[in-house]
Structures are given as C-alpha cells and as structure tokens.
C-alpha cells in the first residue's frame, strides 16, 4: 500500500527557513515524480516543485531561488527546504507522486506552514 | 508564466450534465489532468492523460479535449459530486500548473 507521511510545517516568522519531509512506502521515489503542492487557507492548489524520475527539478515563479526539492532515494524520503518564508507562503502543503505513465497518484494529508510575525 | 483557466463556478440540477472547461496554450502538446476535492480532503483524480478514467472513478466522469482547452464532463450529476476541481498540466519548462479550480453546485 502507498503511503505518503508529511511533517515539519509549523509556524515560523517571516524571513526565517522549514524543511518539509515526505515519508514515502510502497513505492520508490526514484522511480516515479513526486512534487509539493501547496493550498493556502480558501485557495487554490498550486504546485511549488517537482522532481522527476531522472532528478530534474523545476520549482514555481513564486518559490524560485527560495525553495529546493530534493529527494533521498535509500532512505525514500522527499524533503522541502524553505528559506527566506514570506507571509504568502503560508498554507497547507501536500505531498504527491504520480507514476511516469501519468497514473496513479498518491497524495499525503499535508502539513501546515504559517508565516507570521 | 503559464496559466491554466477555468470558470469560477458551475452550477447544474440533478440529474443534468457539468461542463468544466480549462484554457491554456500549452494544452495541445501537454497532457491534462483533473482533480476533486472536497473540503478537508486531499484531491482525487478523475481524469488522467486528458480522457482516461482511473479505477474506482464513476463512468459519468469524461474528459475531452479540442485544441486549447480541455473539457471535464459529469453526465448525470450528483449530489456527492458537489466539490471543486481543478485541471492541472504542464508548462513548457516542465513545471507543474494548476488552474484556479471551479466549484460545482449541485441545486
């Protein structure tokens, strides 16, 4: 069974860093692409960064410079690292992966960040 | 950057047909994806690869495509299908895109 396990949100003051991470099971995070996709409170998702199957990443114009995508192939974990929070990156983010042929997907239950003074 | 769009809101009685549309210049060569969400839960997909129906998905769900924009349809609405969905797709550079999502009323 796929299982995907956030932690690490909580609430930091503006300019400061989190580091997200995204436990995965029964599945690789080597082999399929798995992204960040964030809802702010009564909004919309949007997805922050991506990381495909060959370890290309590719991050949204609004996190771009501030926030990195990496993964841990033998441990099977996917990590966010957020520098530089700004109030607008407050919101719950989600974990996903989606398999190289498009489906299925998997989503994580989230994890809340909030950025406030 | 790219954008994906899709009306705000889709009401229709019981019984009746739900078309959400979602426009982006990219469509054409990009495939698309839809997603449900109900408050509280993580969204679901209904649609993958622009027409294919994942396992477990209701055949009253269909997708279409005609150049750019791509068409979520639900024939024969239900009360349980009330919820926003969004499309998703990706842009040139590979970076995932999401639209601005459509709340479907069911009066």
């Known amino acids: 069974e796929v299982q995907l396990v956030e932690a690490g949100g909580g609430l930091v003051q503006p300019g400061e860093s989190l580091r997200l991470s995204c436990a995965a099971s029964?599945?690789?995070?080597?082999?399929?692409?798995m992204s960040w996709v964030r809802q702010a409170p009564g909004k919309g998702l949007e997805c922050v960064s991506v990381?495909?199957?060959?370890?290309?990443?590719y991050d949204a114009d609004a996190v771009k410079g501030r926030f990195i995508i990496s993964r841990h192939n033998s441990k099977n974990m996917l990590y966010l690292q957020m520098n530089s929070l700004k109030p607008e990156d407050t919101a719950l983010y989600y974990c996903?992966?989606?398999?190289?042929?498009?489906?299925?997907?998997?989503w994580g239950q989230g994890t809340l960040v909030t950025v406030s003074s | 950057s790219y954008e994906l769009t899709q009306p705000p809101s889709v009401s229709v009685s019981p019984g009746q047909t739900a078309r959400i549309t979602c426009s982006g210049d990219?469509?054409?060569?990009?495939?698309t994806y839809w997603y449900q969400q109900k408050p509280g839960q993580a969204p679901v997909m209904v649609i993958y690869?622009?027409?294919e129906r994942p396992s477990g998905i209701p055949e009253r769900f269909s997708g279409s495509t005609s150049g750019t924009t791509v068409t979520l349809t639900i024939s024969g609405v239900r009360a349980e299908d009330e919820s926003d969905y969004y499309c998703?797709?990706?842009?040139?550079?590979?970076?995932?895109?999401f639209g601005g999502g459509t709340k479907v009323t069911v009066l």
């Open positions: 996903a992966t989606r398999d190289i042929s498009g489906y299925p997907d998997h």
């Open positions: 029964g599945f690789n995070v080597s082999r399929n692409y």
């Open positions: 990381i495909y199957s060959g370890g290309k990443t």
């Open positions: 990219a469509l054409p060569m990009q495939y």
């Open positions: 690869k622009d027409t």
């Open positions: 998703q797709s990706t842009d040139t550079s590979g970076t995932w895109v």
